[in-house]
């Protein structure tokens, strides 16, 4: 059903959502999960994608030996962060733009994810985003800064307590994966998902969403037809 009344904040995901980090996360978590020992089919992976980054290492391990999930995640991050840096990640097709329509509207803008803050504050840094009244959004916050991870409410809710948002009705949460609509649903949000990164459209059609999108950059043109009915898009 359509959506009536404007978003005071917008949460996206960061890799796959906001950022084309040309799917290096998760062929580095394959790598080091299966080099360590896992075996695991399409299903159980994609159970992971969009999670805190450790606790899917965990996951995936079948293990709950904190020495080796620590060895495993530790290799992840350097091997992820050297090849952001042979390889440096580009935002999503129009997100920049529709970031700046969506904060010419009044929205304000968050980004979650599942990484740690050294990770996050490298993608940001290579995409020169910023926070703050003259940067591209409002706030960041990493699951490693928060109770429980996706598929938990927590990065949600923490961002509405930063850019002082009270009530959940009035968040949307846009994503990749199906962890990230499973998240929207459980703080009362918005779910939207988008088919630029590790989800399908089979996959995040079957969890809580109000929309599925191309791109993430289309949330745009949903806000700006609610804010003018006058310019309507055709989405259900």
């Known amino acids: 059903m359509p959506h009536s009344v404007c978003p005071a904040l917008i949460a996206f995901d960061m890799a796959g959502t906001t950022i084309d980090e040309?799917?290096?996360?998760?062929t580095t978590l394959r790598e080091v999960t299966t080099a360590a020992g896992a075996s695991y089919d399409e299903?159980?992976?994609a159970s992971w994608t969009g999670t805190e980054k450790r606790g899917a290492i965990a996951g995936l391990l079948g293990s709950d030996d904190e020495a080796e999930i620590d060895?495993?995640?530790t290799e992840f991050v350097g091997e992820l962060s050297r090849r952001y840096a042979t390889r440096p990640p580009v935002p999503c097709p129009g997100i920049e733009a529709a970031f700046e329509r969506l904060r010419g509207l009044g929205v304000r803008l968050a980004l979650t994810t599942g990484f740690d803050?050294?990770?996050t504050d490298q993608l940001l840094d290579a995409l020169g985003w910023r926070t703050g009244a003259d940067g591209q959004i409002d706030a960041v916050v990493c699951a490693?800064?928060?109770e429980r991870g996706r598929p938990a409410p927590d990065l949600i809710r923490a961002v509405m307590r930063e850019v002082g948002v009270d009530d959940p009705a009035d968040v949307w949460a846009v994503g990749d994966t199906a962890a990230d609509l499973?998240?929207?649903a459980a703080a009362g949000a918005v779910g939207v998902g988008v088919l630029t990164g590790a989800g399908t459209r089979e996959l995040l059609s079957a969890?809580?969403?109000r929309w599925i999108l191309d791109t993430a950059a289309e949330v745009a043109d949903l806000?700006?037809?609610i804010d003018r009915p006058d310019k309507p898009v055709a989405r259900p």
Do not use: N
């Open 22 to 26: 040309h799917d290096i996360v998760y």
């Open 43 to 45: 299903d159980t992976f």
């Open 71 to 73: 060895r495993v995640h």
């Open 117 to 119: 803050r050294p990770t």
């Open 144 to 146: 490693t800064e928060v």
């Open 182 to 184: 499973k998240a929207a």
């Open 207 to 209: 969890h809580p969403h």
């Open 223 to 225: 806000v700006e037809a």
